[in-house]
Structure formats: C-alpha cells, structure tokens
C-alpha cells in the first residue's frame, strides 16, 4: 500500500488519520508543522501528503511549495476551513491534488485519498517500452512485430513536442499506456499527468470537473473549485473517450486548442492555460462527425498526431510475448513461482481471437494464475480462464467455435439435469452485462441503453450476478 505523510499541528487529527489510514493498510508518518513535513519530504519522499493550511510557523501554502520543489510530481490534498478555501484553492493551483473542508466526512477523504494516489501512481509509473526485465517491474507496451515498432515510433517522434496527439484504438488495445508513454518522454514529463475519462463521469459533472465553477454557479457551488484542466497548468490532459464527450463540452474543449483559455462555470473572465492534450477514443470519429455527434472542427483539431493503436488479431506474433510479460509480473506481484505455459497452452493463446484485446489476455493469464498449482499452464487452463474470464468476452468463440462450444460441453456433462440451461444463460449473461459496463465506464444508464434493456431491469440482473462494478456510474 501507500505511505501517506500527514501535515497537521492537531494532535488529536494525527493520531485520528493515523489510526485510520493504519487501517486501510497504509504506512502513515505525521508532522506537527509545516517545517517538520518538509523535512520528512527531503528524507524520504511520501507517495501522498493530506496537510492543513494554518499552521504556526510556516504554513501549509508555503511547505507545499517547498516540498513540491524537492519532488514536483508529489501529490497533496490540502485541509482547510471555510475561511481559508482561497488560500487552498491557490495550493490546487499550484498542483495539489484537491482540498477538503474541516470537518470532513470519514467516507469522502477516503475516497479523495484513494484517487489521488492513484493519480500519483499514474505519474509516477514508468511505461515499459518491449519485454525487457526493466518493464517487468511496473506496466509495459510490449511487442517486436511491425505494427508495435510503428507506435514506438510515433510514441518517439511526438513526445518530445508539444502537439496534441489522438489515440486511436479498439477498447483494451492500451491506450492509456501509450498516452503515459507521451506524457514520460514529453518536455512535461515534471509536470501534473491528470486523466479524465469523458464515459466514467456523468455528463451533468464532467463541465465541472474539467473547468471548475464559482461560487454560486449552480446549487450547492458553495466556494469556488478550480477545475482539472486549470490544475494541469504546465502539464498534461488525458482525455480518454474524447468521441463520447458531449457537444457542449466538444465547444469548450475546442476552445481551449484554439485560444488557450477556459471559463469556469458561472465565470465571465476568461483564464489562460498552458496545457498539452493527449486523447484518445475506440470511436469511429468520421461516422460521429457525419452523424453530427462529433464536432467536425474538434475533429481536424485532434487529428496533428494521431497513433493507431493495432487490435491483437492483428499482431498475434506478439501473444508469446505479452503472455511471458504478463505471468512474470502477475507472479511477482503475487510473490509465487512463475509456472510458464506449455506450447499447447502458447497455441490456444495465439488462435483465440482476443476481442477483448491485451486487456483481457492480461486477466486472463491472471485468472489462470491464481488457479494454477504451480505446474505450467496447460491448454485446458487457458481454456477455463477464457471461459470464464471477465474482461471482455463472454466466453468468446475461437475461430471454429471451439472455446464456447468446449464450455458448454462441459458443464452439460458435468451437471447434467442440474438446471444446466439456466446456469449457462446465466453465465453468459453476467458475461455481456460486464462487457457493456466495461465499455461504458460503469455507466448504467448507457450500458442498459448499449444492452436494449431498461435501466431497472439492468439494476435487477446487476443484483442477480452479485456484480461489483469499478466506476459506480448512474
């Protein structure tokens, strides 16, 4: 887990978050001022630091600005009152990752906590570039064909300049990864890496969160919030599924390329803002700009750099390679002997067709894993994983049908008479349902809109399949 730094002349608030982050399995050091935090900052850089802003001594403004000069890409949530939310909101602007009103509820700093480390760990984790023993060791982009030697390539010649790049790419193809890649090897590369995912975040919010608003711009806007475009200031955007992002929003975000300002919500002055946007999106772009879903001007904006991304059908050369990649960073994490595959087991990966993409050839070796003991990892193993993988495909058929057709053999003979036909609806029915919440982002309303069903039936089958999905998105 994490080690959280917490910055606070309250005795009694330390000894609170330390018995709470403690329990949430991070390793919590605590400061009683802003002088003492920055020398632990100095000692040992923490992965995140929750500090409040009046402090005697030096305060939390000023400490921040210290600590992010001996680590720029450090990430902190600041604590203030309702006096003091300009001075916190002067510290998001200067990089920190949010800030919360005192008193605060247990359940929101967690949840505040929880995202900015996971910014913090977007920013800090190298992107990999080929199966080397380095890219072992956190996430990689990895492959030798042609197809991959072009993305590293593109990766090289963009990254370096300032051009807006678009990703393109079926659903799983690691976009994300490729945008990190730009981002690590970018003259930015010290600067804030914010990711926003335009399907994720329900329409009515993603104005907000990309812009921020003023005070009074809407019920309940009860302070000024400066938003993830104002905050990424010298930094990167990533915009993922830019071609789900609503007309409106397409206005602003045009905006932004041309002039280089935002507004935020219920503002009238316009704000400058220096930022590099990466997007990317698994849309068809040109059918959305005919159909008017897709503003045509954005869509030549967008298109200065654009990387393709190849699907995994079309470099299978590369599954021998992805494979060993993901069983020896899945066994590392999970502290146990790499098993290996069997050359059967290489072959069945190879012929699959891997709608999902790397993604689910990722879960799915990591789901054999978990259930292998210890001997390589057979045909039979991989075929079970597909079946019941959750990634991408409802036990996809290979290209005879085989995958399918060899799980449906077998839970027929093995539960014969045993309500069989329910079970394997069922199955395949909790299949597609996580595909379509996959492909929206958790978004419920879209997925029952994807799947031709009504929300509450959605919401029922949801219930029904004991589904825990990642992004709660109404």
């Given at each position: 887990m994490a080690e959280i730094l917490i910055v606070d002349d309250d005795l009694h608030l330390r000894q609170s978050f330390e018995k709470l982050l403690a329990g949430e399995g991070h390793t919590v050091r605590a400061a009683a001022s802003g002088e003492a935090g920055l020398r632990m900052v100095e000692e040992r850089s923490p992965d995140l630091v929750v500090m409040d802003v009046r402090m005697p001594g030096m305060d939390g403004l000023t400490a921040f600005q210290a600590m992010r000069k001996v680590d720029p890409k450090?990430?902190?949530?600041?604590?203030?009152?309702?006096g003091t939310t300009e001075t916190a909101i002067e510290a998001t602007?200067?990089?920190a990752f949010d800030y919360v009103l005192k008193p605060f509820d247990i359940p929101d700093i967690l949840d505040l906590i929880r995202r900015a480390l996971e910014a913090g760990a977007l920013m800090r984790g190298r992107v990999g570039l080929g199966p080397s023993v380095e890219a072992e060791r956190g996430e990689a982009l990895v492959g030798t064909g042609k197809a991959m030697n072009e993305v590293y390539k593109a990766i090289g010649r963009a990254a370096p300049t300032d051009a807006l790049v678009l990703i393109r790419g079926e659903s799983g193809t690691g976009k994300e990864l490729v945008a990190r890649a730009v981002y690590q090897h970018s003259l930015r590369a010290d600067r804030p890496f914010l990711v926003i995912n335009c399907v994720a975040i329900p329409e009515t919010l993603l104005e907000s969160e990309l812009f921020g608003y003023e005070k009074g711009a809407f019920t309940g806007a009860s302070a000024r919030r400066v938003g993830k475009i104002e905050q990424a200031n010298r930094g990167t955007v990533f915009l993922d599924e830019i071609g789900d992002m609503p007309l409106v929003i397409q206005a602003k975000i045009l905006r932004l390329l041309q002039e280089k300002k935002i507004e935020r919500l219920g503002g009238r002055e316009p704000i400058?803002?220096?930022v590099r946007i990466i997007a990317a999106t698994n849309r068809d772009l040109e059918a959305a700009v005919s159909e008017g879903r897709f503003r045509e001007d954005l869509y030549y904006?967008?298109?200065?750099?654009?990387?393709?991304?190849?699907?995994?059908?079309?470099?299978?050369?590369d599954i021998p390679l992805l494979a060993d990649y993901f069983l020896a960073r899945f066994s590392r994490d999970m502290d146990m002997p790499n098993p290996g595959l069997t050359p059967e087991a290489v072959e069945a990966l190879a012929s699959h067709p891997w709608p999902g993409n790397v993604r689910e050839l990722g879960n799915t070796l990591h789901k054999a894993l978990i259930f292998s003991r210890g001997a390589p990892l057979t045909r039979e193993d991989v075929f079970t994983a597909v079946g019941g993988s959750c990634a991408?495909?409802?036990?996809?058929e290979s290209e005879g049908g085989e995958t399918l057709a060899s799980f449906v053999r077998r839970t027929l003979t093995e539960k014969a008479g045993e309500n069989a036909f329910d079970q394997l609806m069922d199955h395949v029915g909790r299949l597609v349902i996580r595909e379509a919440l996959e492909i929206?982002?958790?978004n419920r309303t879209r997925a029952a809109r994807l799947l031709g069903l009504s929300r509450p039936t959605l919401l029922a089958r949801i219930e029904k399949y004991g589904l825990r999905i990642g992004a709660q998105v109404s």
């Open positions: 450090l990430q902190a949530i600041i604590m203030t009152a309702f602007k200067m990089g400058p803002v220096d904006r967008l298109k200065v750099v654009t990387l393709n991304l190849p699907p995994l059908r079309e470099r299978r050369e991408g495909t409802a036990s996809a929206t982002g958790g």
